[in-house]
């Protein structure tokens, strides 16, 4: 690969930026390309077959308009429901956020059961169970629809989503031990979560250790394009990174919220029209 890799992300939204800003912090020296689909946000309550389309068509544009030679689908439904059917859209290694996110919670859990919240799609695709299975982990998955729209609106530290935050966790938790599950570690199976994740923290039983996939997607990331997880690189060091941002609809929010999802601003963003 090129010694300054362009490498695409992709999300319906924008919070697959948590994403990309972990990507960043462990390979700076990176040209990156995203893009948001948010004229066709949520995924998460789509078909399989109108997901693995939409992502698709994100996927080639990436590689096909914007010379990505590397994607990471920073949507969990997207990598839930369709990730063969974007490594079948595209001539270029394409990682998931399932994969990492599951390994990483088999790092994390001593008891070897695991809480998943996400999308109702993610969801009833059951790719985290799958994963955790794969591990010799028991996942126990709830879908936590309103999380994403309070997200979007920006309601990040509000006392509603602090309530449905609780609610969530609440139903989660008496759920899992009725199901005779101890489990010990909560992977944020949805790119929006890791926005609301101290709210998330204080709601979580004590002794619950919080997952967010960003992180391990970013070692997996690393590990396949330099054949080395790489470092976290410090804030002080020079970085060579270069940043480009499409979005489907919506750029003037997608510029002013973008920058909470990606910790920096996310300089102009082009919209692009993927169709319909
Ligand atoms: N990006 C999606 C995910 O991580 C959440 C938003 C949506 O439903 O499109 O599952």
């Not at 992977?187 to 992180?215: F, M, N, Q």
Request: aromatic letters at 6%.
């Amino acid at each position: 690969m090129h010694p300054t890799p362009t490498i695409g992300v992709f999300d319906s939204g924008f919070g697959g930026l948590t994403v990309l800003a972990a990507l960043m912090r462990r390979m700076p020296n990176a040209r990156y390309a995203f893009i948001g689909d948010t004229a066709r946000l949520p995924y998460g309550s789509k078909s399989r077959r109108t997901v693995a389309r939409y992502a698709s068509e994100s996927a080639q544009f990436l590689v096909r308009e914007q010379g990505a030679e590397f994607l990471v689908i920073a949507c969990n439904t997207a990598s839930a429901l369709a990730l063969d059917a974007i490594q079948d859209a595209v001539p270029v290694p394409v990682l998931g956020v399932i994969e990492p996110g599951a390994a990483a919670a088999q790092a994390a859990s001593q008891t070897g059961d695991v809480l998943v919240i996400a999308t109702d799609a993610t969801v009833h695709s059951h790719a985290y169970k799958a994963a955790c299975a794969a591990r010799n982990l028991r996942a126990y998955e709830k879908a936590c629809p309103l999380l994403v729209p309070l997200v979007e609106e920006g309601w990040i530290n509000h006392h509603v989503t602090d309530a449905v935050v609780r609610i969530y966790l609440g139903e989660l938790t008496s759920d899992a031990a009725a199901a005779g599950m101890s489990a010990d570690t909560l992977v944020l199976g949805c790119t929006h979560y890791p926005l609301l994740r101290s709210l998330i923290e204080r709601a979580a039983p004590r002794g619950i250790t919080v997952i967010d996939s960003a992180e391990s997607t970013a070692e997996a990331a690393a590990h396949l394009i330099n054949g080395q997880p790489g470092q976290v690189s410090p804030e002080s060091s020079p970085q060579h990174t270069e940043i480009h941002c499409f979005a489907t609809d919506s750029v003037d929010k997608f510029e002013r919220l973008g920058s909470r999802f990606l910790g920096r601003p996310t300089g102009n963003v082009q919209l692009v029209d993927l169709g319909g």
